[in-house]
């Protein structure tokens, strides 16, 4: 499995993004899927996971209410659609395949106030 991560970009507080993460490979409905973030100086952060058949979802507390994860498998692809952004929500998100230890490239996220 090989990931392509997009999405990122520049919004005011308050505002929305959504990330997207395609996914290449025959296998990627088998696995559950994660987005981490990592700031410059701080530890990786896992931020959002979905189950490989997408009816389980686990987000840290701080993107509780705010994001949603989802996926297609039928376009190999997951989404992280992020609301009420906060400029702390600012750095380089992930998206990775834990059981493979397979990581996309990064996007950067970045938050105005």
């Known amino acids: 499995v090989q990931l392509q991560a997009c999405g990122g970009g520049l919004v005011q507080a308050g505002g929305s993004l959504r990330l997207s993460c395609a996914a290449s490979?025959?296998?990627?409905?088998?696995?559950?899927m994660s987005w981490f973030r990592q700031a410059p100086g701080k530890e990786r952060e896992l931020v959002a996971t979905?189950?490989?058949?997408?009816?389980?979802?686990y987000y840290v507390n701080s993107a509780k209410g705010r994001f949603t994860f989802s996926r297609d498998n039928a376009k190999s692809t997951v989404y992280l659609q992020m609301n009420s952004l906060k400029p702390e929500d600012t750095t380089v998100y992930y998206c990775?395949?834990?059981?493979?230890?397979?990581w996309g490239q990064g996007t950067l996220v970045t938050v105005s106030s």
């Open positions: 490979g025959r296998t990627f409905s088998r696995y559950d």
């Open positions: 990775a395949v834990r059981a493979l230890d397979v």
């Open positions: 979905v189950s490989w058949s997408g009816s389980s979802t």
